[in-house]
């Protein structure tokens, strides 16, 4: 037995936040986990030097919080609402599982989808796939149960990075953009909240370069802590990001001259040459059906691979063609007049002025063109930089853009808009300018680099959900229809939560025609979100969660997503379970490894109470439900993240009884070890133990698409967008053959060259219709991250609260102070904010560094059964937002926005 003194220090990861996951050790004295500190061993693989973040040292905290559900418990109150006490009381495991298992037996006997097809279960894991890292080898129970809707969102997704990880993986395999952080030398961040959101690795690698000289122009309506420490703060007005980034694609293609560019880049890696026919199509040749490019050596019109030509990038030609429209419709045919894609760009952006842009953002001229310009100064265009021994093209610069800039209408434009600037100066996926972090859509999953297979036209392949007449569905798979609807999603792993995850919720009262009704699933397991806080419509949305007939919620605290449970099953939280996952090679947010490998969580404490480790729910679970053999296949497929059957051995586990926890992540650690020492290793769960994780070296020029573009002999699908157009129009024949007319403002995102158009106007659209207007609602509320804390997930740890409470901004609702003076408000004093529908109230918290016409709510708070964070008093713009088919674009996301009147309050009722 280990003496109550001895002292010692356990290796293990944190992946509480997205910008994860980082390296920690934790010391243990007498069996108390005590301090939480970096792991130096890591430190020369570690991007971050082994270290982590403030939200990693609330780890003991959390372990010791007294507030922790620590026993299974049911609910004995039949009635659910927000103002009913649920009465839970403890109830042992045995019945706890009894109760789960025999309704999903019932749920199994019954047929595994409803009436309407939808999955009778249904699943919710919260941000941004954090949980996944956590939940051991449920991941093999839900595989074995077979059909799931994981469509019932919580904001992830489609109030996140949505149109970024749809368009970035379409375009250049980025579901994350990320600047070439340690190259970059001048950054234009229109709403990337880096210094907050970017975590322990973006943060360094950021302060790096900032000392190094990268300029970093922080394009925001508020003085966030990124723009803080930025060279220079431009603050925009919100949702109109589109117009300042046309305007310097304009000032590129209208006043710089051509020689600025990377024209070379253009012709030759995308699809810039392409020649567009008079009804927007390609011109293809005839027989091949390739698009044509004009080859200036032979002054003829070529397939666009043909070997040996030179592309002209600009002008008009006319061809003998044939375009091909959607459904293969033959479009026009014979002698026909095409342009290039980038001369079509070029008229296009024409009328994107500067001058009409500050009209639109309320960013100076001035300033845009001196953006515009220093961007294009510092692109060293034409300069190359010697990586792993290959010669690649040096573009040290880049655009990132934020949440709010990133979803909902404006997605699109702002995402083409950034991807145009860097293909513009041939910054796209090389040393210095704009990359991608990873695949979550494309196949094979997580494999960047491989992921970029040959597809059609001479560009990447991309499995976009069908569309054509005998393909598309009209019966969705799971309730929020993203296969239906977004052909962008795709259909891998991944795709039910990317859909347009609001419609789940939204259609349970209101099935819109042409869709079967939605549902309520017989049974939702919910874990690690918590969306009666994170969602839109807040309220709305606890009502409808009372109306779930069976609820099981892995619960770490009582929340206001659990208050609606029928079962609370306590986990073992981060510091007390096991499991092993992958880490390094490249990853959001900056996570940008020299090296790749696992890293291993374990029990650095024993549970406290009853709580258990997932792995061992999971497979009790399975038993229960006689599903052991297909869960323990589908660990042996690779469900605990590592196939047990390698290139090198077999480590695959019996199917015909239930594992062990420690023998399945043995075989995992094993089957690990194997795959990274290519067959030299096959360390067990005890060598994982002591030293934490293990790597190989990961080449830094596979931190880059360009050379496997070059490679593979393909281009960038940029600028013009002809697939998607076709794509689109094809969507609406197919919705409107079955009478569904209700998508049509979404349909017409799918444009060749996307318009700039007023993206805020919805949100007015939407004030108005409840009543309200632009006058009587004069602020734009918006939301920013918060250092501190990892969404809503690390809100009951009073050391986090107490060191947030020294950043700005985090006690009420961030205003400008000019404007509080001439409200007559003071710091501190009561607010309230509302919409026609809804109120919070709040403090004032002044400062200058924020628009006139905008107020911020830092995170999301405005807890009621949170312990601890229910007495903060701090407000949730969450509670203000509404769910709208008109506040939905057409990859199916919203915004995190919403037009209000602010007054102050004598106290705050
Ligand atoms: N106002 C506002 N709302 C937002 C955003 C915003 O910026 N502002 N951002 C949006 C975005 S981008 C995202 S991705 C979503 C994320 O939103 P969600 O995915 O819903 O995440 P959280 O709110 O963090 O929910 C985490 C829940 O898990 C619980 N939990 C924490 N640790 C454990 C544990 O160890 N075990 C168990 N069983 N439970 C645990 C916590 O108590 C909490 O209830 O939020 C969205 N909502
Ligand atoms: N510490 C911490 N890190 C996190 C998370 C966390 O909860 N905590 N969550 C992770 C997740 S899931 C996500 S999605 C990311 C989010 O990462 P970011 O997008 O970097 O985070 P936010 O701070 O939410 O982004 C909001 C910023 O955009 C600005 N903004 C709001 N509206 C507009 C607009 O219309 N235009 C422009 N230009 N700016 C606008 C706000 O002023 C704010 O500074 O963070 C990830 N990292
Ligand atoms: S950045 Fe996120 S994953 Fe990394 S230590 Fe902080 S909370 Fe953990
Ligand atoms: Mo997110």
Redesign the pocket.
Known sequence: MTPVSATRRVPTYCYQ???GPDLLTVKVQGGVATEVEPNFCAAAVHPGGGKVCV?AFGLIQKTYNPNRVLTPMKRTNPRKGRKEDPGFVPISWDEALTLIADKLNAIRATGLTDESGYPRVAASFG??GTPQSYMGTFPAFLAAWGAVDFGFGSG?GVK??HSEHLYGEYWHRAFIVSADTPLCNYLIS?????E??G?VVGIWRHSRARARGMKRVQ????L?V?GACSAQWVP?K??T?AAFLFALIHVMLHEAPRSALDLDFLARRTGSPYLVGPNGCFLRDRISRKPLVWDEASASACPHDTPGIREALEGGYEVDAIEIGADGDVLAEGLLLGQTAFTRMVQHMASYTPEWAASVCDVPVATIRQVADEYLAEACVGQTIEIDGKTLPFRPVAVTL????NNGWGGYECCWARTVLATLVGALEVPGGTIGTTVRLARPMSQRLESARPGADGFMHFALNPTDKEHWSARPNIRNAYRTLVPLASDGPWSQALGPTHFSWMFLDATPTGLPRVTFPDLWFVYRTNPAISFWETGALADKMARFPFVVAFAYTQDETNHFADVLLPDAVDLESLQLIRIGGTKY?EQFWDHQGFALRQPVVAPRGEARDFTEVATELAARTGLTEGYVRAINKGAGGVPLKGAHADFSLPTDRAPERDAVWDAICRAASSELSDGAEQHGLDWWKEHGLATRPFPRSDWYLYPTMVERGLRFELPYQERLARVGIELGRRLHENGMHWWDEQLKEYQALPACKDFAAPWVAALEKDGGCGESHPFWL??????Q???GGNVGMQMIKEVADNIAGHRGVIMNGSVAAELGIADGDAIEISTPRARITGRAVLRQGIRPDTL?AIGQFGHWATPLAKDFGVPNMNALTTMRMELTDATGSGADLVRVKLQRLKEIA
């Open positions: 936040c997205v910008a939200k941000g941004g992830q996140c990075y229109c709403g990337s909240n880096i907050a959101s975590g394009v925001e309506p508020h966030s990124t925009l919100p949702k990001d934020g949440k709010t800039v947010v918006i939301t920013a991250r918060s250092m804390y990892a969404w911020l």
